[in-house]
């Protein structure tokens, strides 16, 4: 079992950036690939990004490409989001989930490439 802890989230401006954290525990963190995905109301849930077990390869949607990064921390069990440039259509629970099935250079790019998910910390973009 990984537990998943999200933090991070707010309100913020259009343009604007907020830096997402994802705080494993209960298993070796390096083990998992790691995702981000996002539900806005009314819609489901979406792929934002992944990074694979060593942090060497990411994968993004092209809705957030050259605006978000995802990287990692292995030694402090953390994952990371860093979202720039802002719009109001970022608007959404972000979750953060880990997928210990993927081999070590590939993360999933879909939710049922996970196995483990966070509550989700809520991220609001004002026009």
């Known amino acids: 079992q990984v537990q998943l802890v999200e933090s991070g989230g707010g309100l913020v401006q259009a343009g604007g950036s907020l830096r997402l954290s994802c705080v494993a525990s209960g298993q070796t963190f390096s083990r998992y690939a790691m995702g981000w995905f996002r539900q806005a109301p009314g819609l489901e849930r979406e792929f934002v990004a992944g990074?694979?077990?060593?942090?060497?390869?990411?994968y993004y949607a092209d809705a957030v490409k050259g605006r978000f990064t995802i990287y990692r921390d292995n030694a402090e069990n953390t994952v990371y989001l860093q979202m720039n440039s802002l719009k109001p259509e970022d608007t959404a629970v972000y979750y953060c989930?880990?997928?210990?099935?993927?081999?070590?250079?590939?993360?999933?790019?879909?939710?049922?490439?996970?196995?483990?998910w966070g509550q989700g910390t809520q991220v609001t973009v004002s026009s």
């Open positions: 990074i694979s077990r060593s942090g060497v390869s990411t």
């Open positions: 989930a880990a997928d210990g099935r993927r081999s070590t250079w590939y993360a999933g790019v879909v939710s049922s490439d996970y196995d483990y």
